[in-house]
């Protein structure tokens, strides 16, 4: 079976139904009906996280179980978009979580990567790329949405002279065009 990942919408919240998700979050026996529904409807997320950013399973292993729960409770109790900012979210989660301590700079630009490759695989607006910046990293991650059906998403990875990084959290820049002035004011990507 193929994985299936977030798209442009990013979840559908009926998936996420409050009796499904304290089930699973509950631990239900895994033969039971319940919980493979629950964990069915969840599994695109586990997918979308740890697909795209491997690193993460390291930090609670061997399949991040514990992590993954701790943060979809998170994320539906805070109401977060589950959409290209997932892993913005994950990451702002995992500071304040028991995993925070293995965090390092490895993590936040797997982080990174994976919130612009969904940005470029899922935006529907004329902008043909993302900057994206964060105030513990020196690096910019860019990428550019693809040309052609059949093409695949331009990501690179920067540390520009001159930047400075956001003064908190994650910063963003859309861009219009594929020259581009990363000494712009980056705005602070929203949480909610």
Known sequence: MSAHYINA??????KLDALSLHQFLAGY???????THADNSLRVYWHTLFDLCPQLLKLDAPEAMGMFRGFIKYA???????????HCSLYRWLLSSE????LNAE???AIMLATVSLWCSNDQSGKVGIALAHSHSPLVVIGWKSKGHNARSALDVLEPQGFTPPSKD??????????????RRFKPLPKH
């Open 29 to 35: 026996p895994r033969t039971t009906k319940t919980f």
């Open 76 to 86: 539906a109790a805070q109401n977060l978009p589950l959409n290209w900012t997932l």
């Open 9 to 14: 919408q990013g979840c559908d919240r009926s």
């Open 107 to 109: 993590h936040l630009e």
């Open 99 to 102: 995993f925070a301590p293995g």
């Open 170 to 183: 994650f910063g963003y820049l859309t861009l219009a065009q594929y020259p581009f002035d990363l000494l």
